[in-house]
């Protein structure tokens, strides 16, 4: 049911921006773009979520397009903690179904 | 944020028993809560909706009478796995609804031998 397309794996260097990337060409109307991301054996941890505008707190920044049929989540610093899974989920408050996610490789 | 707990954090059983786990909202009531099952190198399966005075609702593929969930409270829901085989071997994680998130468990990773 994940309505959601994520690159496999990505890597970056520490301290660079990772960039990773979303696909959702058939979102709905009162769908959210939700981040989350689960390192290795832990419960997924909540990073960002945004319905159409772009958005940024203390972890990260999510830039939605203007059809909003694609999104990119931005670490702007990388560092070798945020080396896990990380899943764009979207969600109309209903229920969550997690895609594949993206395992992003943080490299020194 | 909202903390949600799980309990126990692993289990080991042997086939045929049944195994109960916890997941509580420590520091905000959820009507709603959510059961998903991982599987090593796979992505999360949500398994079921728990609610709060009723009945789950189970995804399909999912069998009612396998995996029991009962949400007595809105601080508690509980996931019992019937008479277990090694097959349910796997990492169980619980989320609770709090506003616009949803906040995860640390899951519970069960063996069953």
């Known amino acids: 049911d994940a309505k959601t397309t994520q690159p496999p794996s990505m890597d970056c260097a520490e301290g660079r921006a990772a960039n990773l990337p979303c696909n959702h060409s058939t979102i709905s109307g009162n769908e959210y773009v939700y981040w989350y991301r689960q390192i290795h054996s832990q419960g997924p941890q909540y990073i960002i979520h945004?319905?159409?505008n772009n958005e940024t707190n203390e972890m990260a920044s999510l830039i939605i397009t203007e059809d909003r049929k694609s999104s990119t989540l931005i670490l702007p610093h990388a560092t070798l903690r945020d080396t896990a899974v990380y899943y764009c989920i979207l969600y109309n408050f209903n229920k969550f179904y997690f895609g594949s996610g993206t395992k992003l490789n943080v490299k020194p | 944020g909202a903390v949600v707990s799980q309990h126990p954090s692993w289990v080991i059983c042997k086939s045929g028993t049944s195994v109960k786990i916890e997941c509580r909202s420590l520091?905000?009531?959820?009507?709603?809560m959510f059961w998903y099952r991982q599987f090593p190198k796979q992505s999360l399966m949500l398994m079921a909706t728990?609610?709060?005075?009723?009945?789950?609702?189970?995804e399909q593929g999912v069998e009612k009478d396998k995996f029991l969930i009962n949400h007595a409270s809105l601080t508690l829901s509980t996931l019992t796995v019937t008479s277990a085989h090694p097959e349910d071997s796997s990492f169980y994680i619980c989320s609770a609804r709090s506003g616009d998130e949803q906040f995860f468990g640390p899951g519970t990773r069960l063996t069953v031998l």
């Open positions: 945004g319905l159409k």
């Open positions: 520091d905000f009531q959820a009507t709603t």
């Open positions: 728990s609610n709060e005075g009723s009945k789950a609702t189970y």
